[in-house]
Structure formats: C-alpha cells, structure tokens
C-alpha cells in the first residue's frame, strides 16, 4: 500500500508497536484520524495524543470492580492494560487481524489476540468485562462476544483509567436468531486517559439489543457503535454523559438497516459543565429493501456554563420510500423559571441544580428495563465526575 | 407580618414598581387587584427573591425581619410561600419526592426534624384528597401532563403541606371552575390563623367570595393607589380599573 501521510514521532512511536502486516500498511497509510477526516471532524485523535507511547507495562493499579456495580454480583472478565488478567469464562482466540477502512482504530485492536466470550441460554447473571488501564503507554485489547440462537443475557463493560495511557478496543457482537442483548458500557471520569472503544454488533433475525453507555469523559473518549440489521431485528441504543473541567467524549452511533421492518431507538442525552465538550454523531443508513424500518434518534445536551460546548450531526440516509424515520436535536441551558420554582419551594441554589440535573437523566435511566441494573447506573450517573 | 415599605423595582431598565407600601397584619387575608402589567407579579418575585427582581430601594420584612437579605431557600424556610401564576413543569422529578424533599429542606434550615415517611404520607394523601388530585395523577412526574387548573391544585397541595406563615397567592383563581374556586377557598380557610398572613392577588370578585379579604388594595402603574375593605372588590367588578387608573 502507497504511504500517503507522513507519520508525526507519536504515530511513528505507534506504528513501531504494531506487528507487520496489513493492519500497520493500512495505519502508515492513514496515521491517527484526525479534524479532516470526516467522521472525526469534532474529535481530533492525533491532536489529543500528543505524548509519544510506548507498549504499557503490566497493571499496577486496582483490581476491584466499581463499587456501585457490586451489587450486580456479575461473572467478572478482567483485561488490564490489554491483558487477560482475570479470564472468568472467556478464553483466548487466534484470529487473523481485519483491516476495517470505516473503523481505523477497531483495525488497529485487531493485532491483538481475541477474548472470546459465548454466551447461551438464559443468563441471569450479567457478565462484568473490566477494562482497566494504568500507566502511560498504548494498549488494546480485541473483545468478541457471540449471542447463541434464543440466548438472552446481560453484558457490562467497564473502562476505568487512572494516568496518561491510550487504550484502543473494540467489541465485536454476534447476536444469532432471536438472541437478547442488555449492554452497559460505563466510562467514568478519566482525567488524562485517552480510550478509542469502538462496538461493531451484528443482528440476526429477532434479536433484541438494548444498550445504554454512562460515561464521565476522558482527555480523549470516543465510543462508537456500529449495529447492523442482516434480519428483522430491533436496537435501543441509549448512552448519558456527564462531563466536567476539561473532559471530552464522542458518542459515534451507525445503523445499518438492511431488511425490512426493523426498529431502531436512540436517546443520547449529555450534561457538560465548565469547559468540557461533547460529541454526537449519529447515523441511520436505511437500504432500498428496508421497508416499514422504524427508526428514531435524539439526543438532548444541557450547557451548565458559558464555556461548555457541544458537537451534534444527526443524520439520516434513507434509500427505502416506506418508512418511519425522525430525529432530534436540542441543546440549551438549565431553565431560569424551573431553577426559581425550586428554590422557591426550599431547595438551595445547589439542590435546585442537582435535581434537575438528576431529572435530565432520568429519561435515559428509565428506559433499563432491569431495576438492579437501573439502580447502579442512576448511583454512577450521579457520581460520574466526583473523581 | 409583611411590611414592604416604599418599593421601586426596575426590570431592563423599565420602572415596575414605583413605591409600593403595603402592611398585611398577622392574622389578615389582603387582596391585591390591578389590570394586566401593573406589576402584581412583579411584586410576588420580589417578596420571593427572584434573581433580577431585587429592588432599587425600599424594605421588605417579615415580622420585622429584613426579607431582602435572604436568598429564595431561606425565605422560603422562613414562611414565605408563593402560590404562581404559572407553575412549572418538572420532567424526570417525582411528585411525592420532590415535595417531601422540600418540605425537610424547609425544616433542616429551620433546625427541625425531617418528616417521617410515614407521617409525610398520612399528610400527603389526606391534602390530595382535600385539592382533588388523585394518585394516579400524582404518580406523573411533578405537573407533568397537567391542565393549568391542575397545576393550580398542585400548588395548593403543596400550600396545604407547607403551612406557610406567609403565604402569596399570584392569580391562582385563573383557569379554575367553580368547584376548584371553592377548593381554593377551603384551603385558604383551613390555613387562616392568627399567626398567618396571606396576599391574594386576582382579577376578579369572584375568588373573594370564597376568600373573604380583610382589605383589599388597588395596584396600578406600579403603585398602591386605592385601599379600602371587601366592597373596593365589589367596586371594581361593577366600575372597573379605569376610576383608579386615572389617579395613577
């Protein structure tokens, strides 16, 4: 493959890690995405990386899970600083790494042996795959997920970074025939981190997916998700962000509808504070055979200062003529009359805050169905930047 | 009770409240009347510490206790309760636990025991009942999917649970049918006491028939410019606003 960029010291540093293959041609040819490639316009990866990585060293940090997912009781995977530290009931795959043109970063994961994960039949004990990051190195790590036909199950994953490292995954589920999803991704407040999380989910015919993110931003945060429809199936695919000081995060969603009659919801909602930045790029691709697709995206951001900002492209490209397709987007600041009710009624200026904070969430977190489930995610989103 | 004492308020630049002087006594029920931007509202923000509503000069107390210097929680903790015109709407905030929240962040700032569940409920359900709000409305998040009027039996729900020692009442009577009024009316009188206070403000006679005022006072271009008793109600119902306008 021509090189057609020249690789800045960091990139080269990244390159230098990588194996030799088409995967490395592909990064070499490209380099970090960057503010002029379209679907990184608002968020600038080779800007963010600035430090040069070397490969991170071994986890030195903490094993324990989130306290507010304690209660869960899940069946725990641990990968820390890229490794399979705690291997529960995933095992490691060979697999050939994949060149994904759309998805740069995800190909760039796919240098690193997969853990595997297969999940059948009725699941009431959600699995806790924790991705824990130290150090200031780069490490990825490459999840595969695999849904049998008709299993139903309940999966968290976790991105708990402390200091400087990058770390670049990617999930890749299969769901078969009439499988059924819950999916979590939680990210709390990581101050210096930078983590690429890119999600590529396939649905067979009645499968049933519904995944909500919480997420407290990073240096650098980009979690994408990219869903296609080869059967009837249906997607929920809500994330709420929280953000503060000088965090960022970029919520990336693409739906691929394929076939007839799928529905698809996402309700995106992100509260930012100070100087901090959000991200929202959403997309529905509905093809020509789609028919009677139902497909809905918002996503709502409330600016609590004059320095926060946020980024927002819906999008919609619909080649079926019957469908049903609408989107949404709203940002604006906390209401005066509301604030003033309130205090009116005996809640300081701070409480007044709070709760109305609280209740912008609240929309996303009634929609997990699971009231265990609900209730660590409405404890997280309401600690999510008090680290 | 409250005592406000020359008020001038300007809001953008435009003078609302031009030195109004009112003393409601403990114990008493005034009712304020005026046509449409002659500062009612106005007035009500500024007892309740709006921010953007504070006075260019003049006094507000309550029982000799400077208002101004207090911010909208505080006031509120001291007794000021004010019933609004337009109450708001609050997705994602639960009815019952957004009023009980308030009520122990009253008593909390007043060094008082927070309510009991229990004791909460047993009040709650009883005022519901008394303003004709039912528990599956209740159950909506805070006004959600409410008609105005009942907004406004929210809002006497929650006059009713706050026992306010001064309570304002800006045109809650819009928008509510003739048993609604007298609901109004049934709570305000259940209140009435010797140590309470409460400023009607209205349009109309007909509020006034189930609140019997103690005085009643015309509010016009910012200023108090007529007090009498419950016949300046009735006079104004049969003559208008114009006769006291004029003298503005």
Sequence with gaps: MAVTVSLNPVEEALAGTLPQGEVTDAFRAQGLPTRRDEAWKWSDLRLAAKAIRTPSLEYQGDLAPLSALAALEAERVVIANGRLVEPGRAIVCDRSPDVWPVTPLASLATVVPTVGLTLDGDNDTPVLVDRLSDGDGYHADRLKVTLARGARATLVEVHWAVGASFSNCVTEIEMEEGASLTRIVVQPAAIDALTVHTSLIRQAADSQLNQTSILGGAAFARHETRTVFEGTASAQIDALYRLSGDLMTDVTTHVDHQVPGCETSELIKGVIDERARGVFQGKFHVARPAQQTNATMAHHALLLSDDASVNAKPELEIYADDVECAHGNTAGALDDDTLFYLRQRGLSADQARRLLIDAFGAEVLERVEDESLREALTELYGGLNDQ | MLTINNLHLTLDGIPILNGVSLDVPKGEVHAIMGPNGSGKSTLSYAVAGRDGYEPESGDITLDGENLLDLDPSER??????????????????????????????????????????????????????????????????????????????????????????????????????????????????????????????????????????????????????????????????????DQFTEAA
């Design chain 2, 76 to 241: 509120a903790a001291k007794g000021v309760f004010l019933s609004f015109q337009s109450p708001v709407a609050i997705p994602g905030v639960a009815t019952m636990n957004f009023i009980r929240t308030a009520m122990n962040a009253q008593r909390q700032a007043r060094d008082e025991e927070e309510i009991s569940s229990a004791d909460f409920l047993k009040v709650f359900r009883e005022k519901a009942k008394v303003v004709g709000l039912t528990p599956e409305k209740l159950k909506r998040p805070f006004n959600e999917g409410y008609s105005g009027g009942e907004k406004k039996r929210m809002e006497m729900l929650q006059m009713a649970m706050f026992e306010p020692r001064f309570a304002i009442m800006d045109e809650t009577d819009s928008g509510l049918d003739i048993d609604a009024l007298k609901m109004v009316g049934d709570v305000v009188n259940d209140l009435r006491g010797p140590d309470r206070g409460f400023l009607v403000i209205t349009h109309y006679q007909r509020l006034l028939d189930h609140i019997k005022p103690d005085r009643v006072h015309v509010l016009a271009g910012g200023r108090i410019v007529k007090s009498g008793g419950p016949e300046l109600a009735q006079a104004l119902e049969e003559g208008g606003y």
